[in-house]
Structures are given as structure tokens and as C-alpha cells.
């Protein structure tokens, strides 16, 4: 068999050289599209808006099609902030990890990376917005503490 | 990645890194247009079905191109066939959306694409290479007409933000420039004796001819304002004919402007296997496929179907639907053998016996964003003002791509361009907007590429994948992990159920990867039901 590996490896290199020169310049100069500089200080409102919200939908009300995007908001699953994090940063069926390197990936575009500290941020808002009232500090090094995808 | 890194941004140390392996590989276009890595389609001619028991019957799950193209050949094997599809319409993800079509996305946005007529753009797959043999394979058989698909146009536009002051250049431009620049370097190293090592004295001179050649260098070997070099670059003043005839040689562009500018790296894109000359597309858009196989089937295939329960035991397999437009109603359908095409994000949310590898590796593969947006203008301004037909412009704007139809050159009336093809954040970005949202964003990032968007812009739709009702995404996302750890299990049969599909296949988000992967499939079920003899009567409801 010849070697699917070294193949998917040499386009792990190639996409990163388009994160380098091209994507991270998309980023610039729009209030809705966010900038590279920017999305490190995100809010958690702000990362909810930009990225969660796609398929949570803007109250978190999920949404129903062939399948269905879980309604964030009321689910009691979120009394665990670890849970939360964890799906975040490992993603759970079709949904994305983020805390998944994107140059694991076959096809590095699909990627969206967040740090600690950003997982910690839309955490604490997830669980503390759309009529969830839990209280909800984590913090960046108690994200950091929780195991993540290699 | 590093915890102050940011979105989708690798560390500046892993990208030098990387840039450093790579050596100059051509980069970004590649990976924008690569969905999948093994480009070389496995389509070897049709699939052997011969023999199919008497009575067998296979219940196929899905009306893409995987299911459809499976039940095609089922059909024709003799097997009893029934399709189950969500959509009222075949196809899935091939599929065009034309004047007087609406869709409506997850989150209840609906929209009514309000095009001219003939005018369309495809939301999902866009070409089929000359290698995609299955694929081409389908459209003969089933009589759809194909057209060139304009991969490389050197008079589109290569465009950065961040260079020449935000001014697109042609790709002609930046092709020749570089070729020319680096032709001569070599050649300078050449003649400096730099390569003596590595190259004998009498290759050394026909290397010289040929860099000579390949970089359109004058007699000393130098890329330089020229007849020679223009006739690549385009010319300050084309030449013509009569009295104004001379033509007048543009200047190149310097080797350091070429090279900070990074737009280097899309030069190779239509180098790829998968993207070389020739592409095609279906006339009428991509979508005439999807159709074309769904008249085939006809009432082979039952719409507005949503699956909900897939259920197997030692003689069958079950899955209870209900019709979209009536539920809560549960319906069956049963078969001896399943064939599910159903994308995995929501496969995954179906209620499946079967065993503990399969339904962990329908878990494991996460689904990509894209968006892509559809915008119709007043006039073909881009034919008329700018000499384009057809092809891509590639910018590192969030839109990425501008791609100018294929077909129709200088209609009369409005024109439909591919405005924006998004991947990753920023396709995230864009779902999270509204359609209007999606498509003046689409305008607005345009508008810095071609001026005339504002005055010209008439209306536009715009797909996001994740709001897919249909799909939840755009195609299956693999890590080399998950690879290893999961495609053998996905692919294999359990039971009497097998998948098919883009996400089963080593052409990731290509339909060459759809129909592949179900004609290994229901050559490996047709083995089983062969095994298997004859069934028990009155298998399929």
C-alpha cells in the first residue's frame, strides 16, 4: 500500500503555509469577521457569536433537521462545567474539537483552534447565559488541567 | 499550538518549521482546493453484480450520489431496490440552486434564490478531473452533457490584501514574473559554477537553453522588460494592427515585491492532479447529475424520508422513517441488506445495532465548515471590463475566491458569480450570520477586488454547510489518528449494513470518493447475498 501517511503528511504542509500567508490575513479590518490579532481576547459572547452559534443558534436553541444541533440552553447537562469543556475541546460526533491541533487534520481548513483560556471564556458564558444560571469561573489553568486531544 | 496562539493560526515557530520542510512546495491553493489527498480515482469500469440471488433485496439509505449510483447498478443487477431520502429532491450535496428555487437552513432562514434564468451556482462540488472515471462514467450513461471547467485563467486575479496596495494582479503577471526571476537566478548559479557538483558541464549548457525557455530570458540570460517576456506577461501596449500596431513591453514585477507578496503560492494550484486541465462541469450546473439518476430511479426512491431508527437482526434490516411533511408517524421500510449513505453527524444520532468498531468510527469523524455564496450582477462586467471568462480569482480575503462562470460569455443580461468559498473560521464566521448577512459581507469583501460590485449587485444566496438540514456539514474531516484507527471499521460490513459515502473514501469531499466507495461496498454485499442464496420471501414492505 502506498503510504497514505506521507501524503496527508506533506498537505499538512502545505495547508500551514496557507494559514501562514492567507488565512490569518482574512482575519483583518471587519467588525464582524474577526481579526487574528483580536480573536485571542475574545469574549466568551464574542466566540459563542462567531463560531458556537453557527449550529447552536443565537439563543442556543439548537435546531432540527435529518438530525439535530442540542439546545444549550436549559440543559442540565451543563451543571458540569467539565463536560462542557471537554465537548469543546474534543468535539462530540460531527462536531469539530477544538482543542485539536489543526494540523492533525487531512484537511487542515476545517480546523478552528482555541486556547485555555478560550475554552474557559465560552464556557463560563455558555453556562451562565440562555437561561443557564450556573455560576461559572473556570479558569484558563483549570482548562489546561483537563486532558486534551494530542 | 501554543495557548496564546489564535483561531485557526499556527505558531510563527511551527510555520517556519513547516515552510522549512516544505522547501517552496506550493502551498495554499493546493491545500484550499485539496478536500481530499488521494486525487487518483480506484473507478475501474463497472461493477460485477452478476449473479444476484432471486428476490434479494438492498435498502439503501440516502439519494446522494452514493446511493443513487449504487442503486443504479443494484437495479441493474436484479436486486429489489428502495431508497430513502430526507430532501424532496435527489442528490444531496449535488445539487444547484436556480432562480425560483428556496431553501431553507437550519435556524429557519429561508431563502428564495431569485436568479435570471440559466443562471445557477452549486453550493456543493463544483468539477469533476478528467481522472474522476466513475463520476464521468455516470454522466455518459446517464446522458448529462458536460463543459470545460476553467481551473486556470491567467487574466483572473491573484490578490492580497496586504500587497501591491490591495491591487489585484493578473496571474499572468505573477506566473511570468516568478518563473522569470527564479530562471535567472538559477542560470546566474548556473554560470557561476554553483551547480558543477551536480550538474556535468554539458547538461550545464542545455540547462541554460531551457532555464532560457522556461523563464522567457533575454540572451544573457536576464528576465527583463521585453517582447520575449511581455509575450508571457501581457504587454504595456498589445500589439495589433495598422498604423498603431507597435506594441509597447510591460515591466515585471521585482523578485522581492513577488516574494513578500506570498502570492507565489497560489502559481501551482492547476499543477495539481486533481485540478490539471481538463475539468469539467455539468451545462446547467452540477446538479444535473443528481437529477439526471433521480428520473433513472423514478419510484425506486421515496422523498421527504427521515430516517430514525435502523435496526438489523439474522435475516434483515429495518429503518423506521417518518415522512417530514406528516410526522410522527413511524413508517418502515425493509430489506435484506442496507446500504446507508447517510452523513455521519447525523447517522451518529440514529439509533443503530451494530457493533461497538462501527459506531465508533461513525462518532469519530467531525464534519467541515464551508460556505459558499452566490451573487447575481446586472451586467458581465468582468467579461466586459476586465477580459475574464471564466476561471478563479484566489484572494486571502475571508471570501477566498471569486469564480466567474464557466459558460454563457457575453449573454446579454445578468450574470451569477461564485462571490465567496469559505473554509474554517471564517466559514464558522459566516454561518453564524444570516444568509443577507453572508451575502453583504460577500459584496463588501468583493468590492475591494472589483470596483463595479456595489453599482452591478443585484441579489445572491449564500449556503453555509453546517446549516445543512440535510448533512450537518460539509464532508468528513479525518486526522491521520483517526484514519488508522477507524476507516477499516467504518468501511467494513457489519452485519447486513454497510456505509458509503465522500466520508468513507480516500477522497475526502469529492463525489469520486461518493460513488467509489459505494460500488466497493455493494460489490462486497453482493458477495454476502450470494453467500447468503436465496432469501426468505417477502423481505421488502
Given at each position: 500500500m502506498r503510504s497514505p501517511l506521507s501524503r496527508a503528511g506533506t498537505r499538512r504542509v502545505a495547508a500551514l503555509l496557507w494559514s501562514a500567508g492567507w488565512a490569518a490575513a482574512g482575519w483583518a479590518d471587519s467588525p464582524t469577521v474577526t481579526t487574528a490579532a483580536n480573536i485571542g481576547n475574545a469574549s466568551g459572547a464574542e466566540i459563542y457569536g462567531h463560531i458556537?452559534?453557527?449550529?447552536?443558534m443565537g439563543q442556543a436553541q439548537g435546531a432540527v433537521g435529518a438530525g439535530h444541533y442540542p439546545k444549550l440552553a436549559g440543559d442540565p447537562a451543563l451543571v458540569s462545567w467539565q463536560y462542557v469543556a471537554l465537548t469543546v475541546l474534543n468535539g462530540k460526533n460531527g462536531m469539530p474539537g477544538f482543542g485539536v491541533p489543526p494540523q492533525q487534520y487531512e484537511f487542515i481548513f476545517g480546523a478552528v483552534c482555541l486556547s485555555d483560556a478560550q475554552v474557559a471564556e465560552v464556557v463560563n458564558y455558555v453556562r451562565s447565559h440562555f437561561g443557564n444560571k450556573w455560576k461559572s469561573n473556570v479558569s484558563a489553568n483549570e482548562v489546561a488541567a483537563l486532558p486534551h486531544p494530542k | 499550538m501554543e495557548n496564546n496562539s489564535t483561531v485557526s493560526s499556527p505558531s510563527r515557530r511551527d510555520l517556519l518549521r513547516m515552510i522549512g520542510v516544505a522547501a517552496g512546495s506550493a502551498a495554499m491553493y493546493q491545500a484550499m482546493t485539496s478536500l481530499g489527498f488521494a486525487a487518483n480515482s480506484p473507478y475501474r469500469g463497472p461493477v460485477d453484480l452478476q449473479g444476484a440471488p432471486l428476490g434479494a433485496s438492498v435498502l439503501i439509505l440516502g439519494a446522494g450520489l452514493a446511493g443513487m449510483s449504487a442503486a443504479y447498478e443494484l437495479r441493474n443487477a436484479g436486486y429489489q431496490v428502495q431508497v430513502l431520502e430526507y430532501n424532496g429532491r435527489p442528490g444531496g450535496r449535488n445539487w444547484s440552486l436556480r432562480g425560483g428555487d428556496s431553501y431553507t437552513e437550519l435556524g429557519g432562514h429561508t431563502q428564495e434564490c431569485r436568479f435570471d434564468k440559466d443562471l445557477y451556482i452549486n453550493p456543493g462540488p463544483w468539477r469533476i478531473p478528467y481522472h474522476h472515471r466513475g463520476m464521468l462514467s455516470y454522466c455518459k450513461k446517464l446522458g448529462v452533457a458536460l463543459e470545460p471547467f476553467v481551473q486556470v485563467n491567467y487574466n483572473a486575479y491573484l490578490h492580497s490584501s496586504r500587497a501591491f496596495g490591495g491591487k489585484p494582479r493578473r496571474f499572468r503577471e505573477i506566473k511570468a514574473d516568478y518563473q522569470g526571476h527564479v530562471a535567472e537566478l538559477l542560470a546566474k548559479a548556473t554560470r557561476q559554477n554553483a551547480l558543477d557538483a551536480s550538474v556535468s558541464k554539458e547538461d550545464q549548457e542545455k540547462l541554460l537553453e531551457s532555464l532560457r525557455e522556461w523563464g522567457a530570458?533575454?540572451?544573457?540570460h536576464a528576465y527583463v522588460a521585453s517582447d520575449k517576456s511581455s509575450e508571457r506577461r501581457g504587454y504595456e501596449k498589445d500589439p495589433g494592427g495598422g498604423l498603431t500596431a507597435r506594441p509597447i513591453p510591460s515591466e515585471p514585477i521585482g523578485l522581492s515585491d513577488i516574494l513578500d507578496s506570498n502570492l507565489w503560492q497560489q502559481i501551482p494550484g492547476g499543477d495539481r492532479f486533481d485540478m490539471q486541465t481538463a475539468l469539467f462541469q455539468p451545462?446547467?450546473?452540477?446538479?444535473r447529475i443528481g437529477e439526471a439518476f433521480g428520473r433513472e430511479l423514478g419510484p425506486l426512491i421515496r422523498y421527504n424520508a427521515k430516517v430514525i431508527d435502523i435496526r438489523q437482526d439474522d435475516r434483515g434490516v429495518t429503518a423506521t422513517y417518518e415522512d417530514t411533511r406528516t410526522p410522527g408517524i413511524g413508517l418502515t421500510a425493509r430489506a435484506d441488506w442496507c446500504l446507508c449513505t447517510i452523513p455521519l453527524p447525523i447517522l451518529a444520532q440514529i439509533p443503530m445495532n451494530v457493533g461497538p468498531t462501527l459506531a465508533g468510527a461513525i462518532a469519530a469523524v467531525p464534519y467541515a465548515s464551508a460556505v459558499k455564496v452566490g451573487l447575481q450582477f446586472k451586467r458581465r462586467f468582468w467579461e466586459e471590463d476586465e477580459h475574464i471568462y471564466g476561471g478563479i480569482t484566489y484572494t486571502?480575503?475571508?471570501?477566498?475566491n471569486i469564480s466567474y462562470p464557466n459558460t454563457g460569455f457575453h449573454s446579454a443580461g445578468k450574470g451569477v458569480l461564485l462571490g465567496g468559498y469559505l473554509f474554517g473560521a471564517n466559514a464558522m464566521e459566516f454561518t453564524a450570520m444570516t444568509p443577507e448577512e453572508r451575502v453583504r459581507k460577500a459584496v463588501e469583501y468583493g468590492s475591494q477586488i472589483h470596483p463595479q460590485y456595489p453599482q452591478e449587485f443585484d441579489n445572491g444566496v449564500a449556503v453555509a454547510w453546517h446549516r445543512s438540514p440535510f448533512t450537518m456539514g460539509c464532508f468528513g474531516m479525518w486526522t491521520v489518528d483517526t484514519r488508522a484507527k477507524h476507516y477499516d471499521d467504518l468501511c467494513a460490513i457489519d452485519g447486513r449494513i454497510a456505509l458509503a459515502g465522500e466520508h468513507a473514501s480516500y477522497i475526502g469531499g469529492w463525489q469520486e470518493g461518493a460513488v467509489t466507495s459505494a460500488l466497493d461496498a455493494i460489490g462486497r454485499l453482493h458477495q454476502r447475498a450470494v453467500a447468503a442464496g436465496t432469501p426468505a420471501a417477502g423481505a421488502m414492505v
Open positions: 458556537c452559534q453557527g449550529c447552536h | 530570458l533575454d540572451k544573457n451545462a446547467g450546473g452540477m446538479g486571502d480575503l475571508p471570501i477566498a
